[in-house]
């Protein structure tokens, strides 16, 4: 199996750089499985949805070159792995412009004139952290993580048909709790493809949200 590894934040000595390692290590440490960690701040990925992207979008022209590579890495990865520092209450803007423009119709999803959907990527597994810095009380208690799932879980992969298997948030970033968040990532890596056979994972309990 391969895992694609997104990641999206300009400085690769950050934690969240350390926790897509992390999670990319438990992966391979847990079998015969291949990682690649797409660094989409370092390698200059444009985020903003151009004028090309709205021609592929109704489909009038082909995907722009730099979209048809990304999709490609995607079609050779079993799962994908965004990993992303929560910036107000949502993924970084590069993350989000990622989606929009790569997540095109005709590849992530088929829009019929009628209206009916067709979802594409029905053979993904998509393993989400987010990293913040407010604590797991503040998240319960606004919602926060609540809104993020419906919007980037349900919103954006589920309606692509792709599995949702791992979707936490590492909190708290500003306390002792990085160290920890590290080792929760590997964690969760090495359950990356452990119920691929069966359709189904169980998380560690260390990844729970704090309530
Ligand atoms: C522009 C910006 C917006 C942020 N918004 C949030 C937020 O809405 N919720 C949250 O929990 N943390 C927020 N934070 C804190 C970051 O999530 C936190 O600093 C980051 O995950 C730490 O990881 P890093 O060391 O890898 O940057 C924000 C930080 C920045 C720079």
Redesign the pocket.
């Known amino acids: 199996m391969h895992a694609l590894v997104v990641v999206s934040?300009p400085d690769s000595q950050?934690?969240?750089h350390a926790v897509a390692r992390s999670f990319a290590e438990g992966v391979a440490a847990s079998g015969e499985h291949t990682t690649e960690i797409a660094d989409i701040a370092a390698e200059g990925f444009q985020p903003a949805f151009n004028q090309a992207d709205r021609a592929a979008y109704f489909l009038q022209e082909p995907l722009p070159s730099d979209i048809l590579r990304e999709q490609e890495r995607i079609d050779r990865a079993d799962a994908l792995v965004l990993v992303y520092?929560?910036?107000?209450?949502s993924f970084p803007g590069q993350l989000k412009g990622w989606i929009d423009r790569v997540f095109s119709n005709g590849w992530a999803y088929d829009e019929a004139p009628d209206g009916t959907l067709g979802k594409r990527l029905g053979r993904l597994a998509v393993h989400l952290i987010g990293?913040?810095?407010?604590d797991g009380g503040t998240y319960a208690r606004r919602g926060y993580d609540k809104a993020m799932r419906t919007q980037i879980d349900h919103g954006i992969f589920d309606f692509c048909g792709a599995r949702v298997v791992t979707s936490e948030f590492l909190?708290d970033?500003n306390g002792q709790a990085g160290a920890s968040h590290i080792v929760t990532a590997r964690a969760l890596g090495g359950h990356a493809f452990a119920g691929a056979a069966s359709g189904g994972v169980d998380l560690p309990e260390v990844a729970e949200l704090p309530s």
């Open positions: 934040h950050s934690l969240t520092p929560v910036y107000w209450w990293i913040g810095g407010a909190l970033v």
